[in-house]
Each structure stands twice: as C-alpha cells, then as structure tokens.
C-alpha cells in the first residue's frame, strides 16, 4: 500500500480554542467523510485465461481503460468513484466493490463509529474471466465541529485475489465458502493527533468485518457466492498534556536524585 497522508488543519480555528490554562474536556467532534474508488491510471486487471496482468488507462469505462472495470456513482473525491464492477457472470449481476461515505459524532472517550462503508459483491465468476487486481481507494476525514479540521486524505493500494471456485481452494479459507477470496491493504489510515489547551486528542481508524468479512491483520477475507460488508471505524480519545510547571519539578527532583546519588 502507498499511503498519502495530507492534513490541512484550520489554523484559526485551533487558535481561537487555545489559550485557557485548564480548559473542559472537548466532549465530541462532529465529521464529515468522502471516499471513492480511482479510475485514474493507477488499477489493473486479471485475465485468469493466461495469468496476465492489464493495467488500465486513466477512465471510467471500459471501452476508455481498455481493462475491463466500470466505475460509476456519486463523485466525492477527485476521479473517485462509490462503485468499481468487473466481470458479470450473465446471472445476478456483476461481481464489484461499492463504499458509502458516512458522517456522525465521535465521542471522547467513547465506542468506535462507523465512518464509511464497503460492500463486496463476490459471485462466482466462469473461468476464463477478467477480475480485479489491484486498485486504489482515496479517502478523506473531516472535523467539523467544535472546529473545522482537514480534511486529512490518504490513498491506499489494495491487491485482490479471486480464487478459483473449480479444483479445490487453496487454504486458508477461514469464512468455509466454495472459496473465500481475499485483499490485502498493507496498513490502515495514519492516526490524527492534535492539541486544544494542554490536551491531546487522537482520532484512530480500523477496519471491522460484518457478515461475510474477516480482518485478519491486512489480510480481509471475503465470503464466495455473496455480498459482504466492512466497516471502516473511528474513535477518539484524549490524554492531558502535564503542565509546563509540573515538568519542571519533575526534571529538577530527578537532577536532585542525580547530585544525591554522585555525593555518595
């Protein structure tokens, strides 16, 4: 995975909180996400008949990516896409990823929150076929309220294996379908860290498998034959930062302790 990670924090808006020597608690953050999967050049594609890798042209249809993918749906990000389809199986429609963008609370302190999220459409696919091989999602986080922060935006690659449903599946298959397929996302959106008035706040992000998902570390399994859901989530704590006093007589007990020990 390449991660990209830019922040464009509201400088002001921080600015306007800070100041107060024991200031409250922040008790909740308002967000805003946008997300989308990218025709821009950088997905590839499977032919399963010779092994070989396509890689596609910048667009969001085939007959301009010469790949095979479709993207369509709402456009929240630049050459961002809600849904990527590949090869339809002539039956209840084609296999292909589609990711809901959420908004919500977080509460300090509090239960992780749904930020976005991801369903694979998996069905059985004939062989010969054209699958997904790698592909990249762009995703923003905002906060919107008490203050305006971001939005922070990262860009992850992620490499899809469809399995082969016809001579056994090779292990592991950890969900028991006719052959669970899998992703791997090399890592997980970087943490945002900020400082309001001597206190720490940490946004943190993870993956969370629903029906017919497994996280396995970066590995995500995904159920053969059905559509399945993951969960990106979010949470966010907060630690005090010591005053700048209280660090003081810290360092000056432990150069007291020190001259001690050397008097000896």
Known sequence: MKSKKTLLA???GLALLTGSAQAALIASFDFDTASGWLADGSAQ??????????????????????CGLTFSGAQEVTDGYNTVDWFSNGGVGPSGLDIVSLSGTLITGGAWVDTGIITHRNFILPSPATTLHTLDLMSEFSITSPLLLGPASDTFDISFVETPNQGGCPPPNPLGSSCDD????????????FEIDGIT??????????DGFIVADNTLYTREDEENTLFVQARVTARQVPEPATLGILGL??????RRKLMK
């Open 201 to 210: 706040y940490t946004i943190e992000f993870r993956l969370f498998g629903g």
């Open 182 to 193: 899998a992703f791997t996302i090399d890592g997980l959106p970087e943490a945002i860290v």
């Open 10 to 12: 509201a400088v002001g």
């Open 45 to 66: 594609t499977r032919n399963s008949a010779n092994n070989s890798i396509i890689n596609c042209a910048a667009g969001a249809l085939p007959g301009t990516n010469g």
């Open 253 to 258: 007990g432990l150069l007291l302790l020190n």
